[in-house]
């Protein structure tokens, strides 16, 4: 990046037209808005593996949640989850069971029924169909889609790499904006994903494209299968 800086530079100060100053600076991306994001949401649909970092932070520092989601978008993901308000949880997904590992303090805000014997074992078993939205529990597909007027903005470099950021307005909150950092070489990716709205910002970053997955459920002695539980177990 530097070398193509310089060479475009020095082209500038002479005026030169000579062969290999018309293409020093690059060749413009020509490709709209729209289209930028359309191929990014295929490369990454396409993808067999990814690995996704989501940071949010409230607008006054007060909450902040983390995550780390690796998946291959389809049925195996490993998911863990970290709460500003002590609440941690690990999750791997295999298909249609769900391997839990929490805490103590996410077990207390556990959106289902819990027992003294979910506190024995590491890791809880239960099938997907069982979750339920307060359990705060990942799933393996992601949602890679373009939505509303989306504009186009300066070529620019995310962590040393070139991107070309799409920005692209909420129409359901008032204030709400998505910036989506496209790679400008090689293949299209995700790179990142920002939102920022009155109340909080959110990090979203993409990464581990393709890398070989090796999802195992944990060693059997240290899971708990909750439905091996009596109904009125207590």
Request: glycine share 8%; net charge negative; aromatic share 8%.
């Amino acid at each position: 990046m530097r070398t193509k800086a310089i060479a475009a530079a020095l082209c500038l100060f002479t005026g030169a037209v000579a062969v290999g100053c018309a293409d020093a600076a690059g060749t413009a991306d020509t490709r709209s808005a729209d289209q930028l994001l359309g191929d990014a949401n295929g490369t990454m649909k396409a993808l067999t593996s990814v690995t996704i970092v989501m940071d949010v932070t409230s607008a006054g520092g007060g909450r902040s949640y983390s995550s780390r989601l690796t998946t291959d978008l389809k049925s195996r993901c490993t998911f863990k989850g970290t709460w500003s308000y002590g609440s941690e949880l690990e999750q791997i997904r295999i298909g249609e069971t769900d391997y839990i590992h929490p805490n103590d303090v996410y077990l207390e805000m556990w959106g289902r029924k819990t027992v003294p014997a979910m506190r024995h074992k590491p890791w809880l078993k239960s099938p997907v169909s069982a979750a339920k939205p307060a359990d705060d529990l990942a799933d393996c597909m992601w949602p890679f889609s373009s939505f509303g007027k989306a504009t186009k903005g300066d070529p620019t470099e995310l962590d040393g790499k070139p991107v070309i950021p799409v920005e692209v307005p909420d129409d359901e909150v008032e204030g709400g904006n998505y910036t989506f950092y496209v790679a400008a070489e090689g293949k299209p990716y995700l790179l990142r994903v920002d939102y920022r709205e009155a109340h909080y910002r959110r990090v979203t970053k993409f990464s581990g494209f393709n890398n070989r997955l090796d999802i195992q459920p944990p060693p059997a002695a240290d899971v708990l299968d909750l439905s091996s539980l009596p109904p009125d177990a207590s």
